[in-house]
């Protein structure tokens, strides 16, 4: 387990953009497959996006394709979430997650296979 502080989170007009970052602190996110993922009020916790620990694989939900990037810096220790375009429904609790994974070229984005996870920042869409 590593600790993961999220950070970016607010209020924004339906449309808007915003940054989310997840860092780790302690230790090297290098080598760690991570991912982003959310919940809402009422409703169970979904994946977002993931990336593999090269950062050469990604996959998206459809909730977040064309218009949430996900990325990381190895050397800072840090992963993001490029958010755009957001709607009412993006409202939601949001996680970074990490692991250690079997591939690092692999994506890992099944939320029961990380083992470390960050408090979560909240997102709301709200005009």
């Known amino acids: 387990q590593v600790r993961l502080v999220e950070s970016g989170g607010g209020l924004v007009r339906p449309g808007g953009s915003l940054r989310l970052s997840c860092a780790a602190p302690?230790?090297?996110?290098?080598?760690?497959?991570i991912g982003w993922f959310r919940q809402a009020p009422g409703q169970e916790r979904e994946e977002v996006s993931c990336?593999?620990?090269?950062?050469?694989?990604?996959y998206y939900a459809d909730s977040a394709k064309g218009r949430f990037t996900i990325s990381r810096d190895n050397a800072k220790s840090l992963l993001y979430l490029q958010m755009n375009s957001l709607k009412p429904e993006d409202t939601a609790v949001y996680y970074c997650?990490?692991?250690?994974?079997?591939?690092?070229?692999?994506?890992?984005?099944?939320?029961?296979?990380?083992?470390?996870w960050g408090q979560g920042t909240q997102v709301t869409v709200a005009s």
């Open positions: 302690d230790v090297s996110l290098e080598y760690y497959a």
């Open positions: 997650a990490a692991v250690l994974p079997e591939d690092i070229e692999f994506p890992v984005c099944f939320a029961g296979a990380y083992d470390s």
């Open positions: 990336i593999s620990a090269t950062g050469g694989s990604t």
